[in-house]
């Protein structure tokens, strides 16, 4: 998840152009998608993601990264949590609208691999105050834009976290990564 210095994922209407990218990030962010089977979504993130993903590779002059995460995007399961959309005609795509939490309480407990969460603030939310989230990626954005939408809003208890990995990028994002432990 990106986030602003000052704690926030988007700006006042979900703006993300304060975000800054690079190889070496997409390097970093297939390495983890790599060990990855299902992808998770909010609705709003999967709408993004469905709008490019499936056919970035075929765009004229792909990138390595559009390459190989719509490679990725394409084989993988998608896990959409939407109580406002509860069916698709997309491939590989779930959708959950209700008893969310003990869904995917279920999901964890299968086989394969990890599962990943890309942006969707309002279902990290709602993981996080389950206990459904094992790890934190956080790319730490050196910017400070003063409001928007708040990386966590309310949480109804601690989450206790133990840093295992700080990654410094060149273009001065820094990458987080914390185990929940509590």
């Given at each position: 998840m990106h986030v602003s210095l000052d704690g926030f994922v988007g700006g006042p209407n979900g703006e993300m152009d304060w975000i800054k990218l690079s190889p070496e990030m997409f390097d970093y962010a297939g390495d983890r998608t790599a060990n990855a089977d299902v992808a998770l979504y909010g609705r709003i993130t999967w709408e993004m993601m469905e709008a490019y993903w499936p056919t970035a590779a075929d765009k004229p002059k792909p990138?390595?990264?559009?390459i190989e995460h719509s490679t990725w995007y394409n084989q993988v399961q998608k896990v959409v949590l939407s109580r406002s959309k509860q069916s698709g005609s997309q491939p590989l795509t779930t959708f959950i609208g209700e008893n969310?939490?003990?869904?995917i309480k279920q999901l964890k407990q299968g086989d394969g691999k990890d599962i990943v969460i890309f942006g969707s603030p309002s279902a990290g939310h709602l993981l996080l105050q389950n206990g459904l989230v094992d790890d934190l990626w956080l790319f730490v954005n050196p910017v400070?834009?003063?409001k928007g939408i708040p990386m966590f809003p309310e949480l109804s208890e601690r989450a206790k976290l133990k840093l295992v990995e700080c990654t410094k990028f060149e273009n001065e994002v820094v990458c987080l990564h914390y185990e929940c432990t509590g």
């Open positions: 990138s390595k990264h559009d969310i939490a003990e869904q400070l834009i003063g």
